[in-house]
């Protein structure tokens, strides 16, 4: 959500700063809001005042032995246009507040112009993609031919967009996640934190997913009011809701494995063959809860702990600084890791890491206590996938395949697959 008091001071910077996502801000909604909000507080003010000045004569004349009944029958009709007034002031309030919600955030200085994919900027370009001797093939035959992916079983079960891993194949995506856990937790710093995979809906408020992206969202039949979760992003983050945080305990960084729920909403026809876009998936999840003034620094720090995900099982990849039509709803800055799927002989997004400031933080009540005012702020909230184990192990699939169909297991993930080197059909 943005600052309130911005949007009041100077709406016409606001409006053409998210003019550059392509997103029209309703000037005029606004101060239309903003005129009847402050004309019922006004009057909110002046009752209040006038019903405390008359419990005060009430008490006076009390006191001088009067008769205050009259004066109690005025009391009571002051005290029932208050209510009134405050009503339709929570009114207004809630209108504003149901706005707020559908705003994007304000985009960083830094972000390339563009309201399309194609103007993302390549920033660097990490490892050779490797020459085959032979024509590669896609994750999809190449783990068919193994015997460790069923799409038709998956059919059968579920529907399209589901998969069923097997054997090697299966343990080695399981070898993913927990190298990746060792590696956040270890070497990275991270505290490592198991979540509901299941939340209400001020988590996803408090995140940015609802109201905006309900459609994308899997809700729970019956009355508990439950979703399934987009995102470890969201009961992680989440974890600062309403706490105010101790500046001494800053920076927070958790990482988190869970699998992911998304009905992808408006993808139809998009990646429809394969692991790419899944309704169920896995991902390991790093979320930064910072002090203002070091998100911008935490966010390089976060891209470079995915990065060392993809130098480490010696994956070709490219970071990308995406540009203002293509960056998140809640994002004020994003960088995207691709990486190269020989299958396809493209880059693929692979790790989204973005910076959101304060946005999801004045959803979710969640400050730091600032040692310079002594007062509660908006702390800053970071997140980015650390990395998705499902494309992770698309990536493997097709970068590690040999000519007899085998795959060869990347050296850092041996230790977890029980020495073995190669999966063989």
């Known amino acids: 959500m943005l600052d309130i008091k911005l949007l009041r001071t100077d709406p016409t910077a606001v409006a053409a700063n998210l003019a550059q996502r392509g997103y029209v801000l309703d000037v005029h909604h606004l101060k239309s809001l903003e005129e009847t909000r402050k004309k019922i507080q006004i009057r909110a003010d002046e009752l209040r005042s006038e019903r405390n000045n008359h419990a005060k004569s009430v008490g006076k004349a009390k006191a001088q032995g009067q008769d205050i009944a009259p004066l109690l029958a005025g009391g009571d009709e002051l005290g029932t246009e208050v209510t009134r007034v405050e009503a339709e002031l929570g009114e207004v309030q809630s209108k504003l507040d149901q706005w707020l919600m559908t705003i994007p955030n304000v985009l960083h200085a830094s972000v390339p112009a563009g309201r399309e994919e194609s103007s993302n900027v390549e920033l660097r370009r990490i490892g050779e993609p490797r020459k085959f001797d032979f024509e590669p093939k896609d994750h999809v035959d190449v783990g068919e031919k193994l015997g460790g992916i069923d799409f038709a079983a998956a059919g059968k079960i579920s529907g399209a967009r589901f998969s069923v891993l097997s054997g090697p194949t299966a343990r080695l995506q399981r070898a993913l996640v927990q190298f990746m856990l060792d590696l956040h937790s270890r070497e990275h710093g991270y505290k490592e934190v198991y979540v509901p995979f299941m939340v209400n809906a001020d988590s996803l408020r408090g995140t940015g ?211 073995v080197d190669v999966i063989r059909p």
């Open 209 to 419: 997913n609802l109201p905006k992206f309900e459609a994308d969202l899997f809700a729970l039949k019956g009355e508990s009011g439950l979703y399934l979760i987009p995102t470890a992003e969201v009961p992680v983050t989440n974890l600062v809701r309403d706490v105010i945080v101790d500046s001494k305990d800053m920076p927070l960084k958790f990482v988190a494995h869970t699998p992911c729920f998304r009905s992808e909403a408006g993808s139809y026809g998009k990646d429809t063959r394969g692991l790419i876009r899944q309704h169920q998936f896995e991902k390991v999840e790093l979320v930064h809860i910072v002090r203002p003034q070091d998100s911008h620094t935490a966010l390089e720090e976060l891209t470079s702990h995915a990065e060392t995900v993809l130098k480490k099982l010696d994956l070709p990849y490219r970071v990308m600084a995406l540009c203002a039509g293509d960056i998140g709803f809640g994002s004020t800055k994003t960088y995207d890791l691709e990486v190269w799927l020989p299958g396809q002989q493209k880059y693929r997004e692979i790790s989204s890491c973005s910076n959101f400031e304060a946005f999801q933080a004045r959803r979710m009540q969640a400050r730091w206590r600032n040692p310079e005012t002594g007062k509660p702020e908006p702390l800053h909230t970071l997140n980015g996938s650390g990395v998705a184990a499902g494309r992770a192990l698309v990536a493997i699939l097709e970068n590690y395949q040999q000519a007899d169909g085998s795959v060869v297991v990347p050296d850092v993930l041996r230790p977890y697959m029980g020495g």
